[in-house]
């Protein structure tokens, strides 16, 4: 994971629609859902659920396989993993060393 496949992911999930769609794929486990059950489930049509499915696809945060007929999508959890371990990997280990050694955001505190 780096920071423009953070994005990337982050991005497409803003989106309430789409936040909708990967929690339900989740929900649904490594099974997945048919795109007419999550049609279902959300209540949109068949045309905006495939732009939205097309977004997630992009980004890796679902995986479609065709089976007969059906049209079958998985969350992606390692993606998920994979971006939740990358925006919190630092936590708690305070603001890097400055280079030139000079905090001007301290320096503001402490004019205040």
Do not use: K
Not at 31 to 46: C, D, E, K
Not at 53 to 75: D, F, K, M, V
Not at 86 to 107: K, N, Q, R, V, W
């Amino acid at each position: 994971m780096n920071n423009e496949l953070a994005a990337s992911c982050l991005a497409e999930l803003g989106n309430p629609t789409r936040i909708h769609i990967f929690r339900l794929l989740v929900r649904a486990g490594d099974g997945g859902a048919t795109v007419g059950n999550i049609q279902r489930h959300l209540g949109i049509p068949g045309s905006t659920l495939s732009h939205h499915l097309a977004h997630l696809t992009r980004a890796g945060l679902i995986e479609q396989r065709r089976e007969g007929r059906s049209l079958w999508c998985t969350a992606q959890h390692s993606v998920m993993n994979s971006l939740i371990e990358y925006l919190t990997s630092e936590c708690c280990m305070g603001l890097p060393t400055i280079a030139s050694g000079h905090d001007s955001d301290h320096d503001n505190e402490e004019a205040a």
